[in-house]
């Protein structure tokens, strides 16, 4: 499966949704307030901006999540470099990108700088703001074992866990603990129990707060100090 581009169908207008996976890349009523709740909440961002932040997330997909938090970055006006780094197996078309970003005209400067990075196969990009991206290709079952950073927050947004078991396996999420500073958070969309399970063997407190639309329940995860 590794090195597969992405393979879409559109719904709901431009909303992506894979077809290998048969799942939407963002939720079809509001892909960005729930980033804001699920990703941007559910780490106590922005309030725990610094210089030298690191944010990292399973699955790069759109985008979308790497340009909210670059865009709460910059209106938050903390000095110095937020660090994003975003693991993903099916990257997407540069086109096909575009046509999912194009929903979001708020995003639309910070999505042009992500484009001309995506389109030149750049895999380090400059949102701007001081907001550095680094997409890491592969499957992040092999790629983030070997990564050598650690992230202060993390976003788990693999495709729903019954879909795309391979983005959620205990080990997987093993690494992410493992890749966590101390004091550092998690956040999900998903409050599926073994996900919370496979958190809390990992060493995390793991909490179940209330989710986006129609969810019901969301997961938070913090490393203890
Ligand atoms: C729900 S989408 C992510 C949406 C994305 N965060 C956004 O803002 O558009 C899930 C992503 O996980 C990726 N993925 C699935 N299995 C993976 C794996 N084993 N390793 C890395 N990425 C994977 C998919 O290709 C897809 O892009």
Redesign the pocket.
């Known amino acids: 499966?590794q090195d597969q581009r992405?393979r879409l169908d559109w719904r709901a207008g431009d909303v992506p949704v894979?077809r290998?996976?048969e799942?939407?890349?963002?939720s079809l009523d509001d892909g960005l307030a729930e980033?804001r709740h699920v990703f941007l909440e559910g780490n106590d961002l922005p309030g725990r901006f610094c210089d030298g932040f690191h944010v990292a997330?399973?699955?790069?997909?759109?985008?979308?999540?790497?340009l909210v938090v670059a865009e709460a970055w910059a209106a938050h006006g903390a000095p110095g470099t937020l660090h994003l780094t975003?693991?993903?197996?099916?990257p997407?078309d540069a086109a096909d990108m575009a046509r999912?970003l194009a929903a979001f005209p708020a995003l639309a400067p910070r999505a042009a700088r992500l484009l001309a990075g995506w389109e030149n196969g750049a895999a380090r990009i400059d949102l701007g703001d001081g907001a550095r991206l680094a997409v890491i290709a592969?499957?992040?079952?092999q790629t983030l074992p070997r990564w050598q950073g650690r992230a202060d927050a993390w976003?788990l947004?693999?495709?729903a866990p019954a879909r795309?078991p391979?983005?959620w396996e205990p080990a997987l999420l093993a690494s992410v603990a493992a890749h966590t500073r101390p004091g550092g958070t998690a956040a999900t969309y998903t409050a599926a129990g073994h996900v919370r399970r496979a958190l809390a063997e990992a060493g995390m407190d793991v909490t179940r707060t209330p989710g986006y639309g129609r969810k019901r329940h969301m997961t938070r995860a913090r490393m203890p100090q």
Not at 138 to 141: F, L
């Open positions: 499966m992405a894979s290998q996976y799942d939407p890349y963002f980033t997330e399973l699955g790069f997909g759109t985008g979308l999540n790497m975003s693991f993903e197996a099916h997407m999912a592969g499957d992040a079952r976003f947004d693999g495709f795309n391979e983005l």
